[in-house]
C-alpha cells in the first residue's frame, strides 16, 4: 500500500499548522524589514543633519575653496583675531571652526591647520576638509611651477574595457558582479535550506522516537516510506514558508519605501555596491544598457532548470542525513558529534563558491568541487550563471544523483533500525553495524 | 486445529546477539494467547517479526496459512509496550490519520471513531491535543487506534499498564468482547494474574527460546504435582501429623481458615489417588478443608524461568 501521500500531507499540515512555524513565517519578514528601516531611517537622520562650518583663513589661500553643500554650509570669518572667531563661533553655536594660522610658508600648511568644536567630529569630516585644503594648496603649487590646471584636467580619461566571448556574446563587468549574484544567492539559499529544514526533519524524527509513536507507525508503513515522507512533507513547508517570505518581504518592501519615501537603492548589498560604484565610472545611460543586456545574456532558462534539480537534489541528500542522526539518537543534545560531518562538506561548498567561484569559474578547483557531490549543489548553482558546459551539468547532476540514491538507501537502513533503538548515543562504529541489521 | 497464526523456527540475530533461536508457536482462531517470558526474552523481537517492522533471519511466519505479506498489516492491531501518540496532533485527527495508515477510508475511520469515543465514553475529546490528556486518557485513545481497523490479529503488549482498575476492567472486557466477535489475541505481560484470567493458550519465551507452550489447562496439569492441601481438627494434633508425616511427603501450608489444628500439603506417590489419601485421613482426623493444589501462572513462570 501507498502511504506516502498521507505522510507527506501529514507532515506537511504539522509543520504549517505549528504555532512557532506561523509566527517565524510571519514575523520574521517583518523583523527583517523593520530592521532596514530602522537602519535606513537612522543613516538618514545622520545624513540629512545640517552643519554649519567656520572657517578663519589667515592665509587668504584655502578660505574659497569651500563651497556650501546639502547638509553644510561653510562660513568665512575674516578680520578677527583667533579668540574672538572662537567665541563668535560658540555663540553661533556653529558645528566648528576651522583655523587656518597664518604661516611663513603658505604652501606648507602641515602644523597650522587647526579645527574646533564641540563634539569630536567624525573621520569623514575631517578627511573631507583635509582633502580640499590638499587640493587647493597642490593646485597652486603646480600654478607656481607654471603647469596649466585646464590642461592636466582635460588629461584625465576614463577607460571602459568592453568584453566579448569569442562567441561574440557581449559581456561586462557588470554582467559578472550580475552572475555572481544570481549564483551566490541560488548557492547560499540551498545552503541555508539544507540546514533549517535539514533540522526541522531531524527533530521531527526525534519527536517521533521520544513521544514512541514510531513503533504504532511502522507497524503500517514501511521506515522508508515514512521517512521520504517526512522529508518531502517538511521540504514542501519550507518551500511554502520561503514563498510567503519572498510575497510578504517585497510587499512589505515597498509599503515601507512608499511610506517612509527611503531611497532603496542606498541601502543594497556589497554586491550593489560594487554596481554602484561601476556606474560611477561609466556613463549611466550605458550601465543600464549592460544591466539588460546581462539579465538578458544569463543563461535564465540554464539556470532556472539547474536551480530545480540541484536544489532538489543537493537538499534530499542531505535531509537523509539529517533523518538518519535523528534516527540514531534518543535527544537533540545528542546530535552534535554526527552533525559535524554534515556541515563540514556544506560550510566547504559555501567557501569554495565564494572564493574560487568569484576567482575563476572555471578553475580547477571550482570545476572539481562542482562534481563532487556533497558539494555539488552549491557550487555548481554558483557556477552556472557563468555559463557551464551542458555536459559538466548533466555529469554533475548524474553524480549527484546516484549518490543521493545511495545516501537514502544508508540512511534507510540506520533509520530502520535506529528508530527502535532507546538508550544510549550510537557511535560510528554501531552506527555501521546497524547496516547489516 | 485451526490456527490463525503460526510462526516456523523463526530465527533472528542483532550482530552477534541472538534473540530468537528457532521459535515456533501456533495461535488457535478465536484464543486468548499469552506471549510470555522474563524481560529480554525475545518476546518483543518475536511480536516485530509478526508485525513485519523486523523481517526474520530465518523461518516464516503465517497468517491464515500464507506468509506474512505487506498487505496483512491491516489485518494485525498492534498495542506497543512503549506506547505514543503525536503530541501536538489532536484527537480526532491523530486517530483518523494512524486508521488511514491501516487502510481504512476516512469516511468508514470517522464513523467506528465516533462508535468508540461512545462506547468508552470519551465524545468530547475530538479537538483535544494529546498532550491535554491525562495517561489513562491518552491509554485510551491508544487503544482505539490498535482496534479501529477490526483486525483479525490483535496484540497487546502489556494492555492494562497506566489504567486505573475502572478502566483496565473496562479495556479487559472490551478485548473479550473483541474475542467474541471473532478476533484473536496475543497477549504479551508479566501480570500474571491477568494471564489467569484470559489466556487460554500459552508460550514461554526465555533466553531467545522457547521452552513451553500449550493449552493453559493443559500445563497446568503437565504442572500439578498430585499435591493436596488439607485442613483437620483432632484431639491429638501432634500424633496425626506424625502418623502422616510417615506415610506421606508433607509440606506445611498456609490458607485462611476457622480453628483448623493441622494444615498440610500432602504430596502423593503417582500410583495413590485422592481418594486413598481422604479414606487414610478420615480415620485419623476431622477434614475440614481438602484441594488440589494447581499451579498458577505464577509458578509456572518462574519454575520454567529458573530450572532453564
Known amino acids: ?437 | 486445529m485451526n490456527n490463525l497464526l503460526v510462526a516456523n523456527s523463526v530465527s533472528k540475530s542483532f550482530g552477534d546477539f541472538k534473540a530468537l533461536n528457532e521459535v515456533s508457536i501456533s495461535v488457535p482462531k478465536g484464543s486468548i494467547f499469552g506471549l510470555l517470558g522474563p524481560n529480554g526474552a525475545g518476546k518483543t523481537t518475536l511480536i516485530r517479526i509478526i508485525n513485519q517492522i523486523t523481517m526474520p533471519d530465518s523461518g516464516e511466519v503465517l497468517l491464515d496459512g500464507l506468509p506474512l505479506m505487506p498487505m496483512n498489516i491491516r489485518d494485525i492491531g498492534y498495542l506497543p509496550e512503549e506506547r505514543g501518540l503525536y503530541k501536538s496532533m489532536k484527537v480526532g485527527e491523530q486517530v483518523l490519520y494512524l486508521a488511514q495508515l491501516k487502510g481504512l477510508s476516512k469516511q468508514e475511520a470517522r464513523e467506528r471513531l465516533k462508535y468508540w469515543f461512545e462506547k468508552l465514553e470519551i465524545g468530547d475529546w475530538w479537538n483535544k491535543k494529546i498532550q491535554e490528556l491525562s495517561k489513562g486518557q491518552a491509554q485510551k485513545i491508544q487503544f482505539i487506534v490498535t482496534v479501529i481497523h477490526r483486525p483479525k490479529l490483535l496484540i497487546f503488549d502489556e494492555p492494562f499498564s497506566g489504567f486505573d482498575p475502572i478502566n483496565a476492567s473496562l479495556i479487559k472486557d472490551e478485548i473479550l468482547q473483541l474475542r467474541d466477535e471473532g478476533a484473536t489475541v496475543i497477549f504479551s505481560t508479566h501480570r500474571m494474574e491477568s494471564v489467569e484470567e484470559l489466556c487460554d493458550h500459552i508460550a514461554l519465551i526465555h533466553k531467545s527460546n522457547k521452552v513451553l507452550d500449550g493449552k493453559l489447562t493443559d500445563v497446568k496439569r503437565q504442572f500439578k504435582t498430585n499435591t493436596f492441601e488439607v485442613g483437620m481438627q483432632s484431639d491429638n494434633p501432634e500424633e496425626v501429623t506424625r502418623i502422616i508425616k510417615e506415610k506421606f511427603e508433607v509440606f506445611p501450608a498456609t490458607f485462611k481458615n476457622l480453628n483448623d489444628d493441622i494444615k498440610l500439603n500432602i504430596k502423593l506417590p503417582e500410583d495413590t489417588s485422592s481418594n486413598d489419601l481422604l479414606s487414610f485421613l478420615t480415620s485419623k482426623a476431622e477434614i475440614h478443608h481438602f484441594v488440589e493444589v494447581i499451579p498458577s501462572a505464577n509458578d509456572i513462570f518462574i519454575q520454567t524461568v529458573k530450572n532453564n
Open chain 1, 1 to 437: 500500500m501507498n502511504h506516502l501521500p498521507l505522510i507527506i500531507k501529514r507532515e506537511y499540515l504539522n509543520k504549517v499548522r505549528n504555532k512557532s512555524f506561523i509566527v517565524m513565517t510571519f514575523l520574521s519578514p517583518m523583523i527583517m524589514i523593520a530592521l532596514v528601516a530602522v537602519v535606513a531611517y537612522l543613516s538618514q537622520i545622520n545624513n540629512d543633519k545640517k552643519r554649519t562650518i567656520s572657517i578663519l583663513d589667515e592665509t587668504g589661500v584655502v578660505g574659497e575653496v569651500f563651497e556650501n553643500t546639502e547638509n553644510t554650509t561653510y562660513t568665512l570669518i575674516s578680520d578677527t583675531g583667533f579668540e574672538t572667531a572662537k567665541e563668535l563661533v560658540k555663540a553661533k553655536k556653529d558645528f566648528g571652526l576651522l583655523y587656518v594660522k597664518k604661516s611663513s610658508d603658505t604652501l606648507n600648511l602641515v602644523e597650522s591647520v587647526n579645527f574646533y568644536s564641540d563634539e569630536s567630529p567624525s573621520v569623514s569630516i575631517i578627511s573631507n576638509l583635509e582633502r580640499k585644503i590638499e587640493k587647493r594648496l597642490s593646485d597652486i603649487k603646480l600654478q607656481n611651477d607654471g603647469v596649466d590646471i585646464a590642461q592636466i584636467r582635460a588629461s584625465k580619461t576614463t577607460v571602459n574595457i568592453a568584453q566579448e566571448t569569442f562567441g561574440g556574446e557581449k559581456t561586462s563587468k557588470i554582467d559578472s558582479y550580475l552572475k555572481l549574484a544570481f549564483g551566490g544567492a541560488a548557492g547560499y539559499l540551498l545552503f541555508m535550506f539544507i540546514i533549517i529544514y535539514g533540522n526541522m526533519i531531524m527533530r521531527s524524527v526525534i519527536e517521533e522516537k521520544t513521544s514512541r509513536i514510531i513503533e504504532v507507525i511502522i507497524s503500517s508503513v514501511k521506515p522508508i516510506q515514512l521517512m521520504l515522507g517526512k522529508i518531502i512533507g517538511t521540504s514542501l513547508a519550507g518551500i511554502t514558508q520561503f514563498l510567503i517570505w519572498l510575497i510578504l518581504g517585497s510587499v512589505l518592501l515597498f509599503l515601507v519605501s512608499a511610506i517612509f519615501g527611503i531611497d532603496l537603492m542606498q541601502i543594497q548589498s556589497p554586491q550593489q555596491d560594487m554596481i554602484n560604484q561601476a556606474m560611477a565610472s561609466s556613463e549611466a545611460q550605458n550601465i543600464a544598457q549592460d544591466l539588460i543586456t546581462g539579465f538578458v545574456n544569463l543563461p535564465i532558462l540554464n539556470l532556472c532548470v539547474a536551480f530545480l534539480f540541484f536544489f532538489i537534489g543537493g537538499y534530499l541528500l542531505y535531509s537523509s542525513f539529517y533523518a538518519a542522526i535523528g534516527a540514531a539518537v534518543d535527544n537533540e543534545t545528542d546530535t552534535q558529534q554526527f552533525m559535524m560531518p554534515i556541515i563540514m562538506p556544506l560550510v566547504l561548498a559555501v567557501y569554495v563558491g565564494v572564493f574560487t567561484v568569484i576567482e575563476d569559474p572555471h578553475g580547477t578547483v571550482s570545476t572539481i568541487f562542482s562534481f563532487i557531490p556533497l558539494t555539488s549543489p552549491v557550487v555548481m548553482l554558483m557556477r552556472i550563471p557563468f555559463g557551464v558546459p551542458i555536459w559538466q551539468q548533466l555529469l554533475s547532476f548524474a553524480i549527484l544523483v546516484c549518490t543521493f540514491i545511495f545516501t537514502v538507501w544508508f540512511a534507510a537502513k540506520i533509520y530502520r533500525v535506529g528508530i527502535l533503538m532507546y538508550g544510549k548515543k550510537p557511535t560510528y562504529k554501531e552506527l555501521f553495524k546497524w547496516l547489516k541489521y
